[in-house]
């Protein structure tokens, strides 16, 4: 079995590549990344030297590169390649069309004119909208997505989706909750909020605080997708989520106490333009149709993941000391 996996040098991609390389010894998984800032050859340390494993550089978008690596037999693609940070999508969505929408098409086309086995979307709970404090988002929820970000990925869903209803393209989507774990690219809330903290430097929290997102730890997150490329049921969408919801509040406190630091650092700033309220996922149909069942609490998970940070503390100074600098001053006004 030779598995493509797009974007796997980014934060989820990666921990999927280490997670299949090393529990799948017979497959060959093949990393197609473009590195953008936030791919990382970094994350995959595990993998590199593997025989089960390679990586090759290369755009999603573009169409003559990703048919050439199809000249190789490849059994399944899983489609991790994004745009995936909301602010990025406020600043400049057109990369956001042309990654998310396009990149999606083209390796849809290939993958059609190839016969593969199966093509897995990675997609975000972000693609149903907000919610108000009651209910939960079902397969069944309508798409109401309102950033750039997740207009973009509801964009790629459905033409996911008309692939299966027009070509017969045996597809899944996956769309998960928010996900936490190593290799989280420094710009995102839980991994901002550890280094921040551990830097004394103050933490930018939006608005007033109390928009809940659902958690998932990346590694559960893995062995979702897992169980969708094996067992998912041709043109069906699986809604992952373990059920972690927090306002972005309890999320900071729980890790300012966990290493030990004041409240005092925490500031408020201007909200996010167009900031969903409320995300839950309803997993039922992958916990009873595929018997998932996440490992992780949210409480063992962020202690987990801040441990990592700590003793990690060279791979996210490398990032933070580079280009992302630009980016922090640019969104927060100070370094
Ligand atoms: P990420 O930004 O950390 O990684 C994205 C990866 O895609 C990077 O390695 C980047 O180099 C690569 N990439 C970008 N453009 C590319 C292109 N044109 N061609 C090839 N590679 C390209 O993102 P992530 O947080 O790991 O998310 C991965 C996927 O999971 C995304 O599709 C995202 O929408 C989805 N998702 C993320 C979350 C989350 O909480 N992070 C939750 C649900 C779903």
Known sequence: MRILVTGGAGFIGSNFVNYMVRKYTEYEIINLDTLTYAGNLENLKKSEGKSNYRFVKGDITDKE??????????????????????????????????????????????????????????????????????????EETPLAPNSPYSASKAGADLLVH????????????????????????????????????????????????????????????????????????????????????????EVVKEILTQLEKSEELIEYVNDRLGHDRRYAIDPTKLETELGWNPKYTFETGLKETVEWYLNNRSWWENIISGDYKHYYTEQYGKQ
């Not at 004119?113 to 199966?118: A, C, G, H």
Request: glycine content about 8%.
């Open 162 to 249: 008309a692939y299966y209803e027009t070509y017969g393209l045996p597809i899944n989507i996956t769309r998960c909750s928010n996900n936490y774990g190593p290799f989280h690219f420094p710009e995102k809330l839980i991994p901002l909020m550890i280094i921040n903290a551990l830097n004394k430097k103050k933490l930018p929290i939006y608005g007033d605080g109390l928009n809940v997102r659902d958690w998932l730890h990346v590694e559960d997150h893995c062995s979702a997708i897992d169980l969708v490329l094996h067992k998912g049921k041709n043109g069906e969408v699986y809604n992952v989520g373990g059920h972690n919801e927090k306002t972005n509040m």
């Open 65 to 138: 590169f990703i048919e050439s690596i199809f000249t190789e037999k490849i059994d399944i693609v899983v489609n991790f390649a994004a745009e995936s940070h909301v602010d990025r999508s406020i600043t400049n969505p057109g990369i956001f069309v042309s990654t998310n929408i396009q990149g999606t098409q083209v390796l849809l086309d290939a993958a059609r004119k190839n016969n593969i086995k199966k093509y897995v979307q990675v997609s975000t709970d972000e693609v149903y909208g907000s919610l108000g404090k009651e209910g939960y988002f079902t």
